[in-house]
Structure formats: C-alpha cells, structure tokens
C-alpha cells in the first residue's frame, strides 16, 4: 500500500515538474521578443551621463578671452567606431583641455554612480578604469546609431555651452563660439542586432533631454 502511495505521489510530482516547464517555456515564448533588458540599460545610462554632461557645461565656463579657440574645450559628448580589427561603436564625453581633438580618458567626464571614467580608446577593450556603459556594440549589441542633427564625417557629437546652448560640432577656426549651434531638436535613433529600436530626444532651444 506505501509503495503505491510512493508511486502515485512521484507520479504527481513528476506530472507538476512537466506542467510547471509547460507554462515557463509558453510564457516565455510569448514574451515581445523586442525586449531587451541590456538594451534598454544602455540606454537610459546615455540619458544619465547628458543630462550630467548638460549640467557639468552649466557649472563649468570654459570662456577665457586669452585662448581664441577656448569653445573647443566644451563638454562634449561623442560617439566613435572601434578600431576595425574589433568592430563596434563606443563612446567618450570629454572636454578637450589639451586641444588636440581627440580625448583622453584624464579629459572624460566620470560616471556618478561609479566613478569609473566616460570613456574608452577605440580598442573598445573593458577595464576597471572605465565604463562599460560605453561599449554601445561590445556590452549591448547596438549596431547602428543615427543622429538627425549630424554635421561632422563619422557618427555624429553634441556639444553643451555653459548657457545652455547645445552644438552639433565646434568650430576648428579662431573667434568662432556660435557656429554649428543646435536649431532644430536633435533625435538619437539607436538600433541593435536583434532589431531594437530606441531613440533620445535633446531639444535645441532648452537642451532637455528624454527617450523617446
């Protein structure tokens, strides 16, 4: 009588085993498959570290009526293409204290939360100085970026003045602070390989940034 007992309780457990994987394989499957946790992580990380970039151009004027070309040192954020033995977007905020138009990781902003660096060279390689936020491709699987405000030859940058101005580019040439300034609002598309889509709005005439 114990042994059937045994047998029709193993029986059952068994059958609830089965029944539990049934309903955890359907539920998955019937999740959006557009959903991606990482990809929305970075995301809303990028949206972060503008609004910190915005708020670090309010605190610290980079105006000095000694250098002609002082506008270049605005904190900038720029998106960049790795080296192509790796492959991959990535990018750096920064503001060019050296002058030389490329940033360097002593020049980048720092994450907030952990104080690891924005930035990265374009061999996209992960270390504990930086943040792996950065890595759009390598850490997030985003593939293509697209900006609508863009007028520089690769993927495209935003500026933000200490009066709240945004810029597309800055100026390589003496005595020139107002030129590339943002007169239309600037939409960010990103899209990963497995077909997400997501975007950032920066508005031209308050520099509020949103996702969109």
Same mark, same amino acid.
């Given at each position: 009588?114990?042994?059937?007992?045994?047998?029709k309780k193993s029986y059952f457990l068994f059958e609830l085993i089965f029944v539990i994987?049934?309903?955890?394989?359907?539920?998955?499957?019937?999740?959006?498959?557009?959903?991606?946790?990482?990809?929305?992580?970075?995301?809303?990380?990028?949206?972060?570290?503008?609004?910190?970039?915005?708020?670090?151009?309010?605190?610290?004027?980079?105006?000095?009526?000694?250098?002609?070309?002082?506008?270049?040192?605005?904190?900038?954020?720029?998106?960049?293409?790795?080296?192509?033995?790796?492959?991959?977007?990535?990018?750096?905020?920064?503001?060019?204290?050296?002058?030389?138009?490329?940033?360097?990781a002593d020049e980048s902003l720092k994450d907030p939360l952990t104080k690891k660096y924005?930035?990265? &060279?374009?061999?996209?390689? /992960?270390? !504990?100085?930086? =943040?792996? #936020?950065? *890595?759009?491709?390598?850490?997030?699987?985003?593939?293509?970026?697209?900006?609508?405000?863009?007028?520089?030859?690769?993927?495209?940058?935003?500026?933000?003045?200490?009066?709240?101005?945004?810029? &597309?580019?800055?100026?390589? /040439?003496? !005595?020139?602070? =107002?030129? #590339?300034? *943002?007169?239309?609002?600037?939409?960010?598309?990103?899209?990963?390989?497995?077909?997400?889509?997501?975007?950032?709005?920066?508005?031209?005439?308050?520099?509020?940034?949103?996702?969109?």
């Open positions: 009588m114990c042994e059937k007992l045994n047998s994987l049934l309903i955890s394989y359907f539920s998955y499957s019937l999740l959006p498959k557009n959903t991606q946790p990482e990809f929305k992580v970075a995301i809303d990380r990028l949206v972060l570290y503008l609004n910190q970039t915005r708020l670090q151009a309010f605190i610290d004027d980079k105006y000095d009526s000694s250098n002609p070309k002082w506008f270049r040192k605005r904190w900038t954020l720029k998106f960049l293409n790795c080296s192509e033995t790796v492959g991959g977007i990535y990018y750096s905020i920064f503001s060019d204290e050296n002058m030389t138009g490329h940033a360097n924005i930035y990265s &060279s374009n061999s996209c390689e /992960e270390n !504990n100085s930086n =943040s792996e #936020y950065v *890595l759009l491709t390598k850490k997030f699987g985003i593939k293509n970026i697209t900006m609508s405000c863009n007028s520089t030859s690769s993927i495209g940058q935003l500026s933000f003045g200490s009066d709240g101005k945004v810029y &597309s580019r800055l100026s390589t /040439e003496e !005595n020139d602070a =107002s030129s #590339y300034l *943002l007169n239309e609002d600037c939409i960010i598309n990103f899209i990963s390989n497995k077909g997400d889509i997501s975007g950032i709005k920066v508005y031209a005439n308050t520099g509020f940034i949103e996702k969109i």
